[in-house]
């Protein structure tokens, strides 16, 4: 059974600072990874969708990154702002689990002004 | 713009009521899913479906139901609800073809059952 570990459980940085997100799973045979952003109260938000064949992907100020053999993704957030203070889940799909996602249970993160 | 909505978002009922959780999408997805969220688990599965009269069970669908009847809504039951199903629920849909979806969720139906 697929396990996603997300460490730390909560995160506090300044402003400004450059900061890394982990996750982790257990079996290597996914068919993709994507990195979802909760705020309190609300639903999930999709911000990168790697699928198995890549490395990583960007999106303005965040890059995903992927070692499946390693079963290892980080969150690369650059610059950070107050405003990226939210929760950040990762979710792997199994390869041939059509859209079944077994999700972490996410970093809390929280931006000093 | 489309959207997939949620209702009620707060609801609060006694354990053995039936208790129906509704999910409307207006991006005409074939695939829709319901997860539930609890502290410390992160989200689980718990029905999904490919398209209208196609349903699934997920991880922990005992003691929950739905049905699919038209593309846009996925209702979720609990036949008769338990302090165990207090939880924050999600519905998700996703229209790409399978295996590369993107998942677009609602904001959430938090139940409480006293």
């Known amino acids: 059974k697929q396990e996603v570990t997300q460490i730390p459980a909560a995160l506090s940085v300044p402003e400004g600072e450059n900061l890394v997100l982990n996750c982790s799973f257990t079996?290597?045979?996914?068919?993709?990874l994507q990195w979802f952003r909760q705020d309190p109260g609300k639903g999930l938000t999709s911000l990168l969708l790697?699928?198995?064949?890549?490395r990583e992907q960007t999106s303005g100020r965040l890059n995903a990154s992927l070692d499946k053999s390693s079963g290892r993704s980080t969150l690369y957030i650059a610059a950070s702002q107050p405003g990226d203070s939210a929760t950040y889940l990762c979710?792997?799909?199994?390869?041939?689990?059509?859209?079944?996602?077994?999700f972490g249970t996410g970093t809390r993160l929280t931006i000093i002004p | 713009d489309a959207e997939i909505t949620q209702s009620p978002r707060h609801k609060i009922t006694e354990t053995g009521r039936q208790v129906t959780l509704a999910c409307h999408q207006t991006?005409?997805?074939?695939?829709m899913f319901w997860y539930r969220q609890d502290l410390g688990h992160g989200l689980r599965l718990i029905h999904y479906?490919?398209?209208?009269?196609?349903?699934n069970k997920g991880e922990v669908s005992d003691g929950y139901s739905v049905s699919r009847s038209n593309t846009e809504d996925l209702p979720l039951t609990l036949e008769s609800a338990a302090s165990s199903q207090t939880s924050v629920y999600f519905c998700?849909?996703?229209?790409?073809?399978?295996?590369?979806?993107?998942?677009?969720f609602g904001e959430g139906s938090r139940l409480t059952v006293l």
């Open positions: 998700a849909s996703s229209g790409r073809g399978r295996n590369t979806g993107e998942l677009f």
């Open positions: 079996d290597s045979a996914i068919y993709n």
């Open positions: 790697i699928q198995s064949s890549q």
């Open positions: 979710a792997v799909e199994e390869f041939g689990g059509n859209e079944k996602l077994t």
């Open positions: 991006w005409n997805h074939n695939n």
């Open positions: 479906s490919y398209g209208v009269q196609d349903t």
